[in-house]
């Protein structure tokens, strides 16, 4: 049911005559004419245009003398419909009355006649979202214009409001954009004209008689008397609004709360502090929240104290920082009002201060979900702006803001809302006993909040039309009992759902294995342990919500003493010998903590530990197990560990060493140690010398960087130069005895035919890379490897340089002699280049083939690749190497990256051959 017209009118002008004292001279409509100087005169105090610096609000803080322009009001002017017409036009919030009956009560000796309501029973169940955090954001000066721009086309078609023949949304974007995204109201009411001091005080008095929805305590305190439950503030509040009271909070409010801003329009004298309109006692908030010292005010009274304007992101940075350093109060009070003063009118700064408090909480996850913020004016109409203005007319913008599953999006409210509706929506944030419905027993009674016994609208919304209606968020609830007890325990489970949409299906997971679809099934559980059994509801909204909760059951083995066993594989080796341990415990109270000590000085507090014994020694390992009874029950149980020392050695020395000779080459082969010293032999090394007994170990060449093999050729020799080699094992203890001694001479002429180069097809693998040297600005052991991602050409390996998608110099090199003599020096390569590059045109990654000197100078580019080259297979590069017949060189590729896509150089088979 609609509230009457008729109730409106007379609740309106109720709202206006409360505050007559205040600003009765201010409306213009059929009052007295306006004071020369003061509150409600054209011209407020202190303004100076003669000492008013043209440049103020650009000055730093703390020097910012403070002085007033003329105050509009209706001085130009602006022209105002009657008390409550415009307001009237609106659709009014449901109002479900309530029958009251006359009871005689005794209070202190004295009979009182008091109305007591009837039950009454909600007839919708209106739906109030669970909020824990209610911000309002005072701003002056902004009208509707400001917020929508053309209100018929911007924002939402129909809108009530007229087109303003002025857009001023150009200077206030972000304004305009929280007001397309949030839910704005076009026929919010402060219950005066012009919405200024008024609208202002309402939230802070908090009078009873001011609105039905309002609580009667205290009987004559304001808003924050409320709050702090307590009809006074601090024991020595005094009566100087810049002199802060240094005594405690005589309040025990359960609520946090956090004022932030020059508050200087708090009274009718306009001195800054608080003064209770139903008594006349001047209050000063306390300076620290009850209980804490944690301040409750921030920059307050800058003007009245101290003459002093502080800018917008002053005050929005500082109470940033106070919810970051304390956390978000339930109450949370910010007044941007450096644009007040038309001497410092910062309207971008006001713009950003607004947008960055409304961004910072809306995407921090902690408040995000359980905050409501009200963004409004204290003043929008100024009578320059011209009486096509809509807030001229009664009414101020109201933006509502909160989690789009509770609060509207994108959307204009007609509902004609009044400054006691937000004190309601403020008061059932701050006490928040009921989420979803506000009175969820259908029923009046003297303990149901917000409402008073006396109230006639206990059982309206005060916000109802920006709520997302309809239901209340999908919730599951979990109980089991017993939840403790010993083993074989049967648990009766109940699972109850709320909210979404019905009917629901349910589905048990009991932590053991065991599932069940049953509402409220029961389970035995069969051994002890600890278990957690989760029950997920699913409505039948489409798509389907789900909600979760969950039952933590502990089950004993009573009569089972606490046991624990200790295993562990293996128990013997040689050094360095790795263990793995299992441990369990049983019997006593589960769960159970597991302490380990390994009997060599290390400790482990896992259940199922590894550890390395590195030094040979018999060792006891010792498990001890700690249950969950009070007092701790401990078990322990031990592990016998034998390290032994290593019994492998190096190789004996290979055997049969002989040596064929050839054109400029000498060709190797020998057997293999019959001794491996109890190892597998992983390489050889071939020692060479013009001389017996002197052979140094090759370290290029194509007996250089053997694997496992019993052959190698040696090649680049001088014919009829008689060469003496000698042969070693190596296995992973070390590097074995020398071979016998072969000889031979190469025969031939001054060329010497053959293949130069040692590990062509890098089969040695990636930890024996001789005798290419490898470097990587990452990782060089990653330069030779196997990776299926670049298969090799041929073989097992290859060289892939780069490919790592950031700045890279990879680069491998070989040092050769090129006989002289030879008609041909063939170098040649099979090459792949993959690349995430997208050019057609740039050169980001390159690979430079280059011959160097042995002083490490460049004799020569061969070739520069890059991402502009890559292939979708392996192509061959053969060069030659004829100018350099005769000398020592090195072979070098250089690949280079830059930051961003990788490009891949991926080489294999390598061949230096002459003849």
């Known amino acids: 049911m609609k509230r009457s017209r008729t109730l409106l009118l007379t609740g309106v002008a109720s709202l206006a005559l409360l505050i007559g004292g205040l600003e009765s001279v201010a409306n213009g409509v059929g009052l007295a004419a306006h004071p020369a100087s003061g509150v409600g005169s054209c011209t407020l105090k202190g303004y100076n245009p003669a000492t008013t610096p043209a440049n103020a609000k650009n000055l730093p803080v703390g020097k910012r003398p403070m002085s007033y322009k003329p105050d509009d009001f209706d001085c130009t002017g602006a022209k105002f419909a009657a008390p409550g017409v415009e307001f009237a036009k609106f659709p009014q919030p449901k109002n479900f009355k309530i029958t009251n009956k006359s009871v005689v009560r005794t209070v202190a000796g004295h009979q009182n006649v008091v109305g007591v309501p009837t039950a009454a029973v909600n007839p919708t169940a209106p739906y109030f979202p669970p909020f824990q955090h209610f911000v309002i954001i005072y701003r002056e000066n902004h009208t509707f214009d400001d917020y929508l721009g053309d209100c018929a086309t911007t924002i939402a078609a129909g809108c009530n409001g007229q087109v303003e023949s002025t857009n001023h949304i150009s200077s206030v974007p972000d304004l305009h954009s929280l007001a397309k995204t949030y839910s704005l109201s076009d026929s919010y009411s402060t219950g005066v004209q012009p919405p200024s001091g008024p609208n202002h005080w309402f939230l ?63 009274l009718n004298s306009g001195s800054g502090y608080w003064k209770n309109p139903g008594d006349g006692k001047v209050e000063v908030l306390p300076p620290n929240r009850p209980g804490t010292t944690i301040p409750e005010e921030l920059h307050t009274n800058e003007y009245t104290c101290n003459n002093q304007s502080l800018p917008d992101s002053t005050i929005s940075g500082d109470y940033l920082n106070f919810i970051n350093q304390y956390g978000m109060p339930s109450y949370n009070y910010v007044e941007l009002f450096n644009d007040h003063p038309g001497t410092y009118q910062d309207i971008p700064g006001n713009d950003t201060a607004t947008n960055n408090i409304v961004n910072s909480i809306m995407t921090n996850p902690t408040y995000k979900n359980n905050t409501l913020i009200v963004v409004t004016e204290d003043d929008t109409q100024n009578g320059s702006n011209g009486s096509d203005h809509v807030s001229n007319t009664y009414r101020v913008p109201l933006l509502v803001i909160g989690n789009p599953a509770y609060v509207k999006q994108h959307y204009v409210s007609h509902v004609a809302y009044t400054t006691a509706n937000v004190l309601a929506a403020m008061e059932r944030t701050m006490e928040n006993v009921h989420s979803g419905i506000i009175d969820p027993n259908n029923n009046l009674g003297a303990s149901t909040f917000p409402m008073t016994t006396a109230d006639q609208a206990a059982l309206g919304d005060p916000l109802e039309d920006f709520w997302v209606q309809g239901q209340t968020p999908l919730s599951a609830s979990a109980t089991g009992s017993p939840t403790t007890g010993n083993a074989p325990l049967t648990e009766n489970f109940t699972g109850s759902a709320t909210g979404g949409t019905a009917p629901y299906s349910y589905s048990w997971n009991f932590g053991d294995g065991s599932t069940s679809t049953t509402q409220n099934p029961s389970h035995t559980y069969a051994s002890a342990g600890t278990y957690t059994a989760t029950l997920t509801v699913t409505d039948s909204a489409s798509p389907a919500n789900t909600a979760t909760s969950q039952v933590t059951t502990t089950v004993n083995a009573v009569g089972n003493p606490l046991a624990a066993t200790a295993s562990a594989t293996p128990t013997s080796g040689q050094v360095p010998l790795n263990v793995a341990f299992t441990g369990t415990g049983t019997g006593g109270t589960p769960g159970y903590n597991y302490s380990w000590n390994f009997g060599d000085g290390t400790t482990s507090t896992s259940q199922n530990p590894s550890h390395s014994y590195g030094t040979p020694g018999t060792y006891t390992a010792t498990l001890t197990v700690t249950d969950s009874a009070s007092p701790a029950n401990s078990a322990s149980s031990t592990v016998s560990i034998t390290a032994d020392p290593i019994a492998a050695t190096a190789p004996g020395a290979p055997t049969g060493l002989t040596g064929t000779a050839g054109n400029g080459q000498v060709s190797l082969s020998w057997t293999p140690p019959s001794n491996s010293g109890g190892e597998t032999i992983t390489s050889y090394k071939v020692y060479r010398s013009t001389s017996s007994g002197t052979e140094s170990l090759l370290t290029s060449g194509g007996c250089s960087g053997l694997g496992a093999v019993t052959s190698c050729t040696d090649t680049g020799l001088t014919a009829g130069q008689t060469y003496y080699y000698k042969v070693t094992a190596v296995n992973a203890i070390g590097e074995g005895a020398q071979s016998n001694e072969a000889s031979a001479t190469p025969t031939g002429s001054s060329c010497l035919a053959g293949q130069l180069l040692g590990n062509p097809g890098f089969e040695n693998g990636a930890s024996n890379t001789a005798p290419w040297t490898v470097t990587s600005t990452h990782s060089p052991v990653e330069v030779i490897n196997s990776s299926s991602s670049e298969p090799p050409h041929s073989g097992t390996y290859d060289a892939w340089l780069d490919g790592w998608g950031k700045t890279t110099t990879d680069t491998l090199s070989q040092s050769v002699t090129l006989p002289s003599g030879c008609s041909t020096y063939n170098l040649s390569f099979w090459l792949h280049i993959n690349t995430a590059e997208t050019t057609t045109s740039t050169a980001y990654d390159t690979l430079k083939v280059q011959v160097l000197n042995s002083s490490g100078t460049v004799l020569g580019t061969l070739a520069t690749y890059s991402n502009l080259n890559h292939n979708t297979g392996y192509a061959q590069h053969t060069f030659n190497l004829g100018a350099y017949a005769g000398q020592t060189v090195t072979l070098k590729f250089t690949g280079a990256e830059d930051s961003l896509y990788q490009t891949s150089f991926v080489l294999d088979d390598t061949a230096l051959n002459v003849s």
């Open 204 to 266: 802070f008095s908090g009078q009873s008689a001011s609105s039905s929805q309002q609580q009667s305590y205290p009987a004559n305190g304001t808003q924050f008397d409320r709050f702090l439950q307590s009809s006074s503030g601090p024991t020595d509040e005094g009566t100087n609004a810049c002199t802060a009271p240094s005594g405690s909070s005589s309040g025990s409010s359960p609520y946090s709360m956090i004022v932030n801003g020059d508050i200087y329009w708090m």
